[in-house]
């Protein structure tokens, strides 16, 4: 077992090394840097939006205003190309960490269930492995 453990460090390490990883790192840094009112803005709006769900949901009668803010807050961080271009890394590389998980599963055992590329499991079959 120790031994599949230092080989999952290993793995890790390749990941860690992958240039869209790196490259999500250096943007993040820039995010946090270069959006920090915008940032500031969403998270303020989120909180508000947190404290509105608690105090009455939908029928709070500031939901409304407290929703859209919370939509257009969200929009003006997402919108930014360096915000664009994280999220796309960010897929990618969990494209490619889904994928070795696939493989890795596959061969293991052609009957586990393994989750689509939407993260959902297919009914039936079993686990046969031995």
Known sequence: MTEIIIQAYQVLDEILKDEHYIEM???NQSIIKKYENEISAF???K???S???QEGGTYHPDFK????LLSETKRKLYETDDMKRY???E???QTEINTFLADLTE?????????DVFGIIKKGGSCHVR
Do not use: C, G, W
Request: no cysteine; charged share 25%.
């Open 25 to 27: 790192k250096r943007l």
């Open 43 to 45: 998270n303020e709006a």
């Open 47 to 49: 909180d508000l939006y």
């Open 51 to 53: 404290q509105i769900m």
């Open 65 to 68: 205003r407290v929703s859209n």
């Open 87 to 89: 999220v796309l890394l």
């Open 91 to 93: 897929k990618t590389l």
């Open 107 to 115: 061969f293991i055992s052609p009957h586990m269930k393994t989750p």
